[in-house]
């Protein structure tokens, strides 16, 4: 049973009124709902802290549930507006997207396909290479991937490196033949221009996102994939992300990815982008 009042636990440097738990400083969250606050907090807590192999590990694991769990500053605790579907039979998300614009306005080129999945420009970091853009945040298609009972791995960014985390399956619904939805695997949706051929079959990983410095300075952390707008990671150019596949760097210098237009709608069309755990 929850009392009437509520404590999340809170890293330092957050505002909102403090309290002392356990040793742990606290933070009310005003007009939500702390309650559930809490109790998505503990969800995120118990998958973590059974991975941490330290005190120190421990704290982390808390202090990253309070951070995917929490809202932004000054949000109602209403069901998400990003149109986000969550079907825990199914063990899927699907998210609202439109296929993206291959150039933007302000650049002189088009740049090869990095990321699957971003913010719309100019707030997407990556939104001048990705597939799709969307508007949810990316860390609350994480929260859903972890209420499914995944615990994400670790992303990886540059030379020598390569992710980890529980295998998804990514796919594009797009609008088949007489409107009816047709189900494409992401790999499709994508070709190398050097052969014309599609993307092989990839391992997509749930890494999670790394967490970052709100601002320099501040010990507040942040979700770094919310800031940078990137869901989806094809190579390993941003550890800013929720899912990567198992492609390294070496690869990014061989392919030369573009969309296939053959096969998807026009740009800005509404398209809906489904990752399932497998």
Known sequence: ????????????????????????????HGTIDPC???????????????????ARSVIAAAVFAVIIAAPSAGADDKPS????????????????????PRKLPNLSEVYPIEVVATYPAPDGK????????????????????????????????????SASGPELKVSLEVAGPGGKPKLVPIEKTLIDKRTGKPLPALKWRFTGSALKEAAPGKSERVYAADASGTLI?????????????NLTMEEESLLALETNKKLLPAEGSPVKLIIEAK
């Open 1 to 28: 049973m929850y009392p009437d009042k509520c404590f999340a636990v809170a890293p330092a440097g957050l505002s909102g009124r403090t309290a002392k738990i356990g040793g742990l400083e606290t933070r009310e």
């Open 36 to 54: 559930r606050l809490v109790r998505q907090a503990n969800q995120i807590f118990r998958l973590a802290v059974t991975f941490a192999t330290d």
């Open 81 to 100: 507006e990003s149109g986000l579907v969550i079907d825990k039979e199914k063990r899927s998300v699907t998210i609202p997207c439109k296929i993206a």
């Open 126 to 161: 990556k939104a001048h290479e990705t597939v799709v853009t969307f508007t949810a945040r990316p860390s609350e298609i994480h929260a859903a991937l972890v209420g499914m009972g995944l615990t994400p791995g670790k992303p990886a960014r540059g030379e020598d490196e």
């Open 233 to 245: 990671a094809i190579f390993p150019v941003t550890d800013e992300t929720v899912v990567q596949t």
